[in-house]
């Protein structure tokens, strides 16, 4: 099982990136996919996660602000984070879970994760 995240770079206040997470050693359908974050002095966090199964869940400080998504063609997942906000500022890792995802974001839920990518916003 490999997930590899990309896409991470700085930003200003109100900008927007797009992060990617490439999964390959594992049937992709059949599992959910998600991001966390952590922050510097800070616990990891969940922000967001995919499944085919019950669809995408937010963490409620990202919510309307970001949009998680899955390319099944590419075994890709995406996450469009816009309006960043400084507080976004963290190391982003993507995970595998299992067929579903949490109603609320977590970090337990997760058996594999990628490398972390790293998101600066900044002025």
């Known amino acids: 099982v490999q997930l590899q995240a990309s896409g991470g770079g700085l930003v200003q206040p109100g900008g927007s990136l797009r992060l990617s997470c490439g999964a390959s050693g594992f049937i992709f359908e059949d599992y959910a996919i998600g991001w966390s974050r952590q922050a510097p002095g800070k616990e990891r966090e969940g922000v967001s996660c995919?499944?085919?199964?019950?669809?995408?869940k937010y963490t409620n400080s990202v919510r309307g602000r970001f949009t998680i998504s899955r390319d099944s063609t590419k075994n890709q997942v995406y996450l469009q984070m816009n309006d960043l906000k400084p507080e976004d500022t963290a190391v982003y890792y993507c995970?595998?879970?299992?067929?579903?995802?949490?109603?609320?974001?977590?970090?337990?839920?997760?058996?594999?994760w990628g490398q972390g990518t790293l998101v600066t916003v900044s002025s």
């Open positions: 995919i499944s085919r199964i019950n669809g995408a």
């Open positions: 995970a595998r879970s299992d067929r579903y995802c949490r109603t609320v974001p977590g970090t337990r839920e997760y058996d594999y």
